[in-house]
């Protein structure tokens, strides 16, 4: 009976090997593919504004924080280029300023959330607003490859932002064409550019856990 006891026992170790090692590579694999996960279910919960699913997926502060930080950078760097010596660039700057905080509370919301997972981030202009009508096309989580049609160029040869380019046409914008990966173990980008000539911009990603991730910051500045 000991006998046989001992043979049952060492045949059964090969299938919890073949079971452990299974379960090991299962985790593995969902932890790589946690990230789009997490960017897919929240595109979709910010189109549908479920604020409750975006809160669970955005880390509000943190964001709140860098979009400061990116707007601040992106209005210095438009003052310094148009400025040269021009006494009104004080005044610009001054005007700079009093937009960033209803900018940044307004793209701190899941309206703005919706925006920059549509390829539409802020720009610093005054009075704006997110505009996150969801573009067609695949989501980033579902295609890290370039979307096709989104690398247009401006009737008569003038170049600019597609999807301005096609709003100004009353046409609905075109989607960005968009990459998407790891920086770093703990950190994951989406990167939105709408032409070959145009700027670019990442939603970044932060590893929380081991599979847990959330949107905390914004790249305005690629």
């Given at each position: 009976m000991?006998?046989?006891?001992?043979?049952?026992k060492?045949?059964?170790r090969?299938l919890i090997v073949?079971?452990?090692v299974?379960?090991?590579i299962?985790?593995?694999?969902?932890a790589?593919?946690?990230?789009?996960?997490?960017?897919?279910?929240?595109?979709?919960?910010?189109?549908?504004?479920?604020?409750?699913?975006?809160n669970?997926?955005?880390?509000?502060?943190a964001?709140?924080e860098s979009?400061?930080q990116?707007?601040?950078?992106?209005?210095?760097?438009r003052?310094?280029s148009?400025?040269?010596?021009?006494?009104?660039?004080?005044?610009g700057a001054?005007?700079?300023?009093?937009?960033?905080?209803p900018l940044?509370?307004a793209y701190?919301t899941?309206d703005g959330?919706a925006?920059l997972?549509?390829?539409m981030?802020?720009?610093?202009e005054?009075?704006?607003?997110p505009?996150?009508?969801?573009?067609?096309?695949?989501?980033?989580?579902?295609?890290?490859?370039a979307s096709p049609?989104?690398?247009?160029d401006?009737?008569?040869?003038?170049?600019?932002n597609a999807?301005?380019?096609?709003t100004?046409?009353?046409?609905?914008p075109?989607?960005?064409?968009?990459t998407?990966g790891y920086?770093?173990?703990n950190?994951?980008?989406v990167?939105?550019q709408?032409?070959?000539g145009d700027?670019?911009?990442s939603a970044?990603?932060?590893?929380?856990g081991?599979?847990?991730w959330k949107?905390a910051a914004?790249n305005?500045?690629e």
């Amino acid at each position: 009976m000991a006998v046989s006891t001992t043979k049952k026992k060492r045949s059964a170790r090969p299938l919890i090997v073949t079971l452990v090692v299974v379960v090991v590579i299962a985790a593995l694999g969902f932890a790589y593919a946690s990230p789009y996960i997490a960017l897919n279910n929240l595109k979709r919960a910010a189109d549908a504004r479920d604020a409750q699913t975006v809160n669970r997926y955005v880390d509000f502060p943190a964001l709140r924080e860098s979009l400061k930080q990116q707007v601040t950078g992106l209005l210095t760097r438009r003052l310094d280029s148009h400025g040269n010596g021009n006494p009104l660039a004080a005044i610009g700057a001054m005007i700079g300023v009093a937009l960033i905080g209803p900018l940044v509370d307004a793209y701190a919301t899941p309206d703005g959330v919706a925006a920059l997972l549509n390829g539409m981030p802020p720009r610093g202009e005054p009075g704006e607003r997110p505009n996150a009508a969801p573009v067609t096309g695949n989501p980033p989580a579902a295609s890290a490859s370039a979307s096709p049609g989104a690398d247009t160029d401006a009737p008569g040869g003038a170049t600019g932002n597609a999807s301005d380019n096609a709003t100004s046409r009353g046409a609905p914008p075109q989607p960005p064409q968009t990459t998407a990966g790891y920086r770093s173990l703990n950190e994951f980008a989406v990167t939105y550019q709408h032409g070959a000539g145009d700027a670019r911009y990442s939603a970044i990603f932060m590893r929380e856990g081991l599979f847990t991730w959330k949107l905390a910051a914004v790249n305005l500045n690629e």
